[in-house]
């Protein structure tokens, strides 16, 4: 089975901080993916990235920045923090020919 | 931007009973996917209808698309109690490498 894995599943930072959350995954997934989930917005994309080093922008980049140094490693970077970033964070990965998404368990972002 | 939009929102039905759901999308798509999600946790893929099929089942899951009206239905028959949860849409858009989800329906079902 797919397996994808997050750093935390709790975080609480304060505004200003820099905040890194982490997503690992085991089966050589070109593609990985972070959304954002809210209570009446559903899953909107931040960044993605189709190969190690590239990436892409989603719907809502502003504030976000990213990382994939390796394969199975995408990183979702806050530079700085706001309460505005107060959210669920979900990561996913896909295949080059598969169709579904794989998603990890998430992490709940509470910003003070 | 959000494509799918499922309706309704928030749904409440006995155990034994169907529960319908509702999807719709505004561009060319390569499929239609539903997936589930557990209150506080990742999603799990459902099912997945291609662009060029009408109907598929998979167990207690009924799917139908719709081209011509952009629309999808996800049909939960004899629903239990394990089966609360949200569910969401997600459309393959010709051209871009990332699902898109709506804001997905928050089924309720009661013991």
């Known amino acids: 089975d797919v397996k994808v894995t997050q750093s935390s599943r709790y975080l609480v930072k304060r505004t200003g901080e820099k905040v890194f959350l982490e997503c690992v995954q085991d089966m050589d997934h070109e593609n990985m993916f972070w959304y954002r989930q809210d209570p009446g917005l559903g899953l909107r994309l931040i960044y993605f990235s189709y190969d190690v080093k590239m990436k892409e922008k989603g719907d809502i980049p502003e504030g976000y920045s990213v990382s994939r140094e390796k394969k199975e490693r995408f990183s979702l970077i806050l530079e700085s923090a706001s309460t505005n970033q107060t959210s669920m964070y979900l990561c996913a990965s896909r295949g080059v020919a598969a169709d579904t998404q794989y998603f990890g368990p998430g992490t709940r972002l509470t910003v003070l | 931007s959000q494509q799918g939009e499922e309706d309704p929102q928030a749904l409440s039905i006995q155990e034994g009973e169907n529960a319908t759901m509702n999807c719709s999308y505004k561009t060319s798509i390569n499929n239609l996917q539903w997936y589930r999600q557990n209150s506080g946790r990742g999603l799990v893929h459902l099912i997945l209808?291609?662009?060029?099929?009408r109907e598929k089942h998979s167990g207690r899951l009924r799917v139908t698309l719709d081209t011509s009206k952009k629309s999808s239905s996800l049909l939960i028959t004899a629903s239990r109690a394990a089966d609360t949860a949200s569910y969401f849409c997600?459309?393959?858009?010709?051209?871009?490498?990332?699902?898109?989800f709506g804001s997905g329906t928050r089924l309720q079902v009661q013991p």
């Open positions: 997600a459309t393959d858009e010709t051209g871009r490498r990332a699902l898109t």
């Open positions: 209808i291609r662009s060029n099929e």
